[in-house]
């Protein structure tokens, strides 16, 4: 079910085919799968999926995690993202995130995430992340949850 209200009431990620393939409550953690696809390639010469897909997938796994800790729909909002790239992800593969949320007070939550391409000990980029917590936006009801289709192969 998270997976489904995931992609379908974020259109940026149903558009880069983001999935979520697996989350824990305990530590409140979330894997997310960004598919290789051409269009994605940043640089056409090394076949590497442009940093902002990257960055993408990293700010989602981040705010997914934040949402596992809460244990309830609430509206949230990046605050900061800083991502570390150690080096360029593999050409033409898929990339795994890996996000945790370490900490949540009232108002912020605090994120660490990484992205890796098969070897989670070896990432090619890093996530240290901040969202602000009850802003403005609509939270999904109950009711909406339960009604969102949910995707093929994902965690649902």
């Not at 305990?26 to 076949?47: A, S, W």
């Not at 995130?97 to 605090?110: K, L, P, Q, Y």
């Not at 391409?117 to 936006?137: I, M, N, R, W, Y």
Request: glycine fraction near 6%; charge should be neutral; charged fraction near 20%.
């Amino acid at each position: 079910m998270m997976n489904a209200a995931f992609r379908d009431f974020v259109p940026h990620n149903k558009e880069l085919g983001l999935t979520i393939i697996a989350a824990t409550v305990v530590p409140p953690t979330v894997t997310l799968k960004l598919p290789f696809d051409e269009r994605l390639i940043g640089n056409p010469f090394t076949g590497v999926i442009h940093g902002g897909a990257v960055t993408t997938l990293l700010d989602a796994a981040c705010g997914a995690s934040v949402y596992v800790k809460l244990q309830e729909p609430t509206p949230i909002a990046t605050l900061d993202l800083r991502i570390d790239f150690l080096g360029r992800a593999p050409a033409r593969r898929e990339i795994t995130a890996i996000a945790e949320c370490i900490h949540a007070t009232a108002d912020v939550a605090f994120v660490r995430a990484k992205a890796f391409v098969d070897d989670e000990s070896k990432p090619f980029a890093l996530a240290a992340a901040t969202f602000a917590l009850s802003t403005q936006g609509r939270a999904l009801t109950d009711k909406e949850m339960r009604n969102v289709e949910p995707t093929r192969g994902g965690s649902q």
